[in-house]
């Protein structure tokens, strides 16, 4: 026979999903998810046992916790030993557990995620509390199973004589399942306990009374009442912890922020490294320094800061950037019937006391049978001692030991168990003093065999026996709550100020879409001069903003795209220093670019609206509002056809006109209340009626009829027209002429078309950007005032075969402000 045909066929999905069901089914039950009656995972319940076993009890002396893992590893437990120490010693640390289960000597870690010292070096017994998980299983209490190689038996649970799911609280991931169970105060959960007994319909709101939330060993402040209800109903929440915290004023007008507590399950020295990294980074203005002051008196972290720092400011961003305040999402899933369930509290609470109710029942019948058999025996024995001259005859009368009990069996009628202890009855019990307290034991015993019985008959008896051992473990070991209880959930908020200390700044962009951020300053050092801001050669300062660093820039590229900038986040440089490119700031495709960037103080401000206007004559107005956002990405502004693009975003408040300018030299004015307000992404409605070889070339807003609209050609022929001259029209007309070209072979060409329209109210400087990338300086004053449809006269003369691309108005400060 082939070595191959040794070997059956077998599916490999199959075969894994065997495999996998089993480890799944070995995961849930025997490593990760708790059982509900005792609330200890396997590993726990061997660890505890292991050390009862081996008298390791509070009255003893600490031992080794190498001895006892390998107790545990040899007898109950074949995994690694790590698996085994590292559960002993989260028993025994005091801020993972409400009541420690193992009493530690030596170093067994900190809050700070230091690691506890090796096994050999640690020291452990079981704590008071512990003994009461484990009271009375010498008593048949609960179920003993075999342990892993059949040399001895293991409890299957511990009869738990307190609720310690809750208690203590749990968690774990299994296979398909995880579990969280947060600890509770020891008092609330036995006084809800017993009021489940007393009232076992009793609704959630009512038990809510008694257990009010979590009790966290580390404190904090617990908020979310509609997340602890989800979760005591259903076995699901979501709670927010908060460290407990103070604003404490120091001299010199100073204030610090001293920390007590911190949220259930967070590194101190990572929250401690958390804040001072914010600090480092400059996150925040306004820490001066972040210290651990914890030792013997407790936790104690201080945040001190600087002079004038908003205190509830900077609280408020660390409560929502660091573990200060964290999320706890409860999923109480705990081991029912051999099968993990997702459990409210009232679930748990109720399968608690079934076993209590199992535990006191085996536990008072194997009582009662002791109780039996020693009154069986002592009555034996009173019986033989009013006989005692005749039974000493009948035994010195007897060959030997087992005909001397033959002989008491068959003469007075004594059970083999009575004959046996008459037996072994020392002559000292046969005084007059112990002949008496034979027969008070015997009432006693009768008395004691009564009480069990009627426990055994009467479930209210049952019960109240459950309470009375209840209520004495809690009067014992009950602790004062250590977390705070908040119903609502308060909202951070974090204010712009306390991450930007507010300053006023310039802000340029060059031609060349070179942008940067400079202080007063600098620009003052600088000799307070535009015409000396860093920039390439060839390139030019196009847009100058006077701002403060808490305020937005909102740019708008000419697709219909729009960015959010706060301007703290525009990198900062000296004014003579170019800047960076825009596109290190904002991620602007190669094929896209600014068209207009407007400051934003206030996104509330009432009855602003931006204006936009497009190459082929659409205008459309959306409330300011809409462009509220914190994304840092490309938005849309505003619809764009193809073919078309946006030429000016301007901001309104529907007071003024808007006096549109084509190509071909064609304008219309017309109210901007024409125009009503549409939403973000809609495309606008026609503002001009063009021809179509016809284009925008400028939109200007304007106001009454003071001014002049001046218009340049493309080889720099310009006139000024007064505004009086443009009528107010109805929106999306073809409007009226607003230059005239002339035409002809002999004639001197004035342009072929309009390049530039501009609003002049009072003397500007324009630069012309020629295509051959000249700049050619010229001051609106010098463009004659003429009639709408006149031929204008050169204004900025330009080379032969070249042509103006665009104007600019030379920008100046407190004149450039949207």
Known sequence: MGMLEQFLPAYLEEVVGDRFGRYSKYIIQDRAIPDVRDGLKPVQRRILYAMYDSSNTPDKPYRKSAKTVGDVMGNYHPHGDSSIYEGMVRMAQPWKMGHVLVDGHGNWGSMDDDPAAAMRYTEARLSPIAMELLRDIEKRTVQFKDNFDNTTKEPVVLPSRYPNLLVNGVSGISAGFATEIPPHNLREVIDGCIALMNRPDMQLEELMTIIKAPDFPTGGVIMGEEGIRDAYATGKGRIYIRSQVKIEDMRGGRQQITITEIPYQVVKSRLVTAMENIRLEKKVEGIAEVRDESGRNGLRIVVELKKEADANGILAYLLKKTDLQVTYNFNMVAIVNKAPQQLGIKQILSAYIEHQKEVVTFRTQ?????????????????????????????????????????????????????????????????????????????????????????????????????????????????????????????????????????????????????????????????????????????????????????????????????????????????????????????????????????????????????????????????????????????????????????????????????????????????????????????????????????????????????????????????????????????????????????????????????????????????????????????????????????????????????????????????????
């Not at 962009?509 to 050669?537: I, P, Q, W």
């Open 366 to 818: 194997y009582d009662l049978e002791k109780a039996e058999d020693r009154a069986h025996v002592v009555e034996g024995l009173v019986k033989a001692l009013n006989l005692l001259d005749e039974v000493i005859a009948t035994i010195k009368a007897s060959k030997n030991r087992a005909d001397a009990q033959n002989n008491l069996v068959e003469k007075y009628s004594f059970s083999e168990r009575q004959a046996d202890a008459i037996l072994t009855l020392q002559l000292y019990r046969l005084t007059n003093l112990e002949i008496t307290s034979l027969e008070k034991e015997l009432k006693e015993m009768m008395k004691k065999i009564a009480y069990l019985r009627s426990i055994l008959d009467s479930e209210k008896k049952l019960l109240s026996v459950i309470k009375e051992e209840l209520v004495e473990i809690r009067d014992k070991y009950g602790i004062d709550r250590r977390s705070e209880i908040r119903g609502e959930v308060e909202e951070l908020k974090v204010n712009l100020e306390v991450l930007v200390t507010p300053e006023d700044v310039l802000v340029t962009l060059s031609r060349e879409g070179y942008m940067k951020r400079t202080s007063m300053l600098s620009f003052t050092r600088s000799g307070g001069e535009l015409d000396n801001a860093g920039v390439k050669e060839g390139d030019l300062i196009s847009s100058l903003y006077e701002v403060n660093t808490i305020d937005n820039l909102l740019l708008f590229t000419r697709k219909g795209q729009y960015y959010m900038l706060p301007v703290h986040q525009i990198p900062e440089f000296k004014w003579k220093d170019t800047g960076t490119a825009i596109v290190n700031i904002v991620p602007i495709p190669k094929d896209d670019s600014v068209i207009s960037i407007i400051p934003v103080k206030d996104f509330n401000a009432s009855e602003v609206s931006l204006v936009f206007v497009t190459k082929r004559g659409q205008v459309k107005r959306t409330e300011l509002k809409e462009y509220m956002t914190t994304r840092s990405t490309a938005i849309t502004a505003c619809k764009v056809a193809d073919g078309d693009e946006i030429i000016r975003v301007g901001v309104s408040d529907s007071s003024q006109q808007l006096l549109l300018v084509s190509k071909q030299g064609m304008s219309i004015r017309f109210t901007e209340s024409e125009v009503n307000p549409m939403g973000r992404v809609a495309a606008g409605v026609r503002g001009m009626q063009l021809k179509d070889d016809d284009e925008l070339v400028a939109a200007e807003w304007v106001a009454d009829d003071e001014g002049e609209l001046l218009v340049v050609t493309d080889i720099g022929y310009a006139k000024r027209t007064l505004l009086l001259d443009y009528p107010v029209q109805g929106r999306g007309g073809k409007g009226v002429q607003t230059f005239e070209f002339k035409e002809g072979k002999r004639v001197k060409p004035n342009g072929d078309v309009l390049v530039a329209a501009l609003y002049c109210k009072e003397a500007s400087d324009i630069i012309a950007l020629t295509t051959s990338g000249a700049h050619l300086s010229a001051s609106t004053e010098k463009a004659p005032i003429e009639d709408r449809k006149s031929i204008g006269k050169l204004l900025v003369p330009v080379e032969k075969n070249d042509t103006i691309a665009s104007i600019i108005i030379r920008p100046a400060l407190s004149s450039h402000q949207s």
